[in-house]
């Protein structure tokens, strides 16, 4: 059976899907969230069933109805510590079209990440074969690449099994709620509350990055800022800023048309009948926008310490 192996981002030049960090040592004992994309002429893996009114956990919540290939697949995954004792599958998660895992690499290894991968999507494809009764490859099921974020210190593993393990519920509201205007008045950061309005699962991403350039950076510096933060927004990673200086405005434009959420700071509060307009209510239809205030009464002048302010819950709210 032909197969079609696994690539990467700068060898296929795709998008969010394949990326892949670089500098990192995959045959090292790590954990990985990993996302492999289904092929769009491929038959779904699943379908979301259940009420996204009811809280993840909770009976008749969102949850996903495998397809026979869904099913094919989630039994593969469990069956993959088996075949080799050096992978832990720690969760995973099987969506309509794509999977989440999340695996532990437990002793240093002879083969690099990518052997473990081929092997895990050229088993579904045989499994899938057997059970159609003519050859599928791989390349059929699935999209050639797949995105990989190690788990680095700065990330937390429990954010991670509730947002792999929320999938169902995140698709659900896209699907039964497809205009994410919801309206928090008191949202608590640190010890302190502020007002939001827009897209909340975004706030409770385990993947956000502040954007702020800052005066002291050379060009080169800023350049290297720039194209960071908008690898990392096509990574779906979640940009944090007021956005107040004109080039951070110009990244969040950028970041933007490349299809990122943001985490809007804003200083002044909500009116009573407040919705954003012209783009950023475009943002918040598509689930990519949430707008947090300080609360400040409307008109009030943008000073050096709103700014400040502004930019350090930027911060905070990352390293929640």
């Known amino acids: 059976m032909d197969f079609v192996g ?25 954990i990985y969230h990993i996302i492999i994309k289904k092929r769009e002429s491929c038959v779904s893996f699943g379908a979301v069933e259940g ?12 949850k996903i109805k495998e397809s026979e290939l869904g099913q094919i697949i989630a039994k593969t995954i469990l069956h993959l510590p ?59 099921i699935f999209e050639p690449g797949y995105c990989d974020k190690p788990l680095y210190e700065s990330r937390s593993l429990n ?40 897209n909340l699962f975004l706030f409770r991403n385990p993947d956000k990055e502040a954007v702020k350039i800052s005066r002291k950076f050379t060009i080169e510096e800023k350049t290297q800022k720039k194209e960071a933060w ?18 951070e405005k110009e990244v969040r434009k950028k970041a933007e048309a490349l299809g990122a959420k943001i985490i809007l700071i804003t200083n002044e509060a909500f009116g009573e009948r407040f919705k954003p307009s012209g783009q950023d209510f475009k943002l918040c239809s598509e689930g990519r926008l949430l707008i947090i205030s300080l609360g400040l009464p409307p008109k009030t002048e943008l000073h050096r310490s709103h700014c400040l302010q502004m930019n350090s819950l930027a911060q905070e709210i990352c390293s929640l």
């Open 159 to 198: 954010d991670l099994f509730v947002y792999i393990r929320e999938n169902p519920h995140r698709l659900a509201m896209r699907q039964q709620y497809p205009h994410f205007f919801q309206r928090v008045r008191k949202l608590l950061i640190g010890d302190k509350e502020y007002e939001a309005y827009g």
């Open 230 to 247: 908008l690898t990392k927004a096509l990574d779906g990673t979640v940009l944090v800023s007021p956005f107040i200086a004109a080039e």
């Open 51 to 62: 009420d996204a009114r009811i809280a993840p956990g909770n009976f008749g919540c969102a």
């Open 82 to 140: 088996y075949e080799f004792p050096i992978i832990r599958v720690d969760q995973f998660c099987v969506m309509p079209d794509h999977v989440h895992l999340l695996i532990r690499i437990l002793y240093r290894s002879d083969k690099h990440l990518d052997f473990y991968m081929n092997e895990l999507v050229n088993r579904i494809a045989i499994k899938y074969s057997r059970k159609l009764g003519a050859i599928v490859g791989c390349e059929d």
């Open 6 to 30: 696994i690539r990467s981002f700068r060898e296929t030049g795709e998008h969010s899907y394949h990326r892949r960090a670089y500098n990192h040592d995959y045959r090292s004992p790590f």
